[in-house]
């Protein structure tokens, strides 16, 4: 089944200790995309990567980090996590471009805690 | 301004038609989506219509575009409780992605 898996689907941690959530998708998407889903502010792309090796920062990349070292991963790196990143998270990815000439494909969702 | 602007909440009750509304900013996309996020779900495409096109009908489902306005509406008909959800409409499209606004909570009544 063709599909973008993050895990975990629920995280809770403490300021300042490292986490990574991973992004998997089986699509052999090019283009791979990180939001941000808060209460009030809707969603919010954090980074973007059009290929392999190829990152670009979104709207609010502060306090995070990606890769992208394969093409069917992405994982999004919370190297020292404040409580202001408590969110939802999501991955997504398109055949090429962000949503240009083909859609979005989302994951279900990582929902992260900072305590 | 926002990129995208759509009314926070819509109530409708159950039977009658929804209709969802959406201006945007930039219509560089070769498509318009919309998605739709049911509660502790991630988002999932609905529907979406072509940027030449002003009316697609898919089922219980019309898509209007009005590309001189940058408007864009979903009418669902019919509308059931399985259509309680965040409805979105993106805008943008390309290098930097899809733009999403704070979407539409549908809320159907009994």
């Known amino acids: 089944e063709a599909q973008v898996t993050q895990n975990p689907r629920y995280l809770i941690t403490v300021t300042g200790k490292k986490l990574t959530v991973t992004c998997s998708q089986n699509?052999?998407?090019?283009?791979m995309s990180w939001y941000r889903q808060d209460p009030g502010l809707g969603l919010r792309q954090i980074y973007y990567?059009?290929?392999?090796?190829?990152?670009d920062k979104g709207d609010v990349p502060e306090g995070y980090k990606v890769s992208r070292k394969e093409k069917r991963n992405f994982p999004l790196i919370l190297e020292s996590p404040s409580p202001n990143q408590t969110s939802l998270y999501f991955c997504?990815?398109?055949?090429?471009?962000?949503?240009?000439?083909?859609?979005?494909?989302f994951g279900n969702g990582t929902r992260l805690t900072v305590t | 301004g926002e990129d995208v602007e759509q009314s926070l909440f819509l109530s409708v009750r159950e039977g009658d038609s929804s209709v969802i509304n959406c201006t945007y900013t930039?219509?560089?996309?070769?498509?318009l989506y919309w998605y739709k996020q049911e509660p502790g779900a991630g988002l999932q495409l609905l529907t979406y219509?072509?940027?030449?096109?002003d009316m697609k009908q898919d089922q219980r489902l019309t898509v209007l575009l009005n590309k001189k306005d940058k408007h864009l509406s979903l009418r669902i008909a019919d509308t059931q409780t399985g259509d309680s959800a965040i409805y979105f409409c993106?805008?943008?499209?390309?290098?930097?992605?899809?733009?999403f606004g704070k979407g539409t909570h549908l809320i159907i009544q009994p």
């Open positions: 993106p805008s943008g499209g390309g290098a930097d992605g899809l733009t």
């Open positions: 997504a990815s398109s055949p090429n471009g962000g949503g240009y000439n083909s859609p979005l494909h």
């Open positions: 930039d219509s560089s996309s070769t498509y």
């Open positions: 990567s059009m290929n392999v090796e190829v990152t």
């Open positions: 699509m052999n998407h090019e283009y």
């Open positions: 219509i072509f940027s030449n096109m």
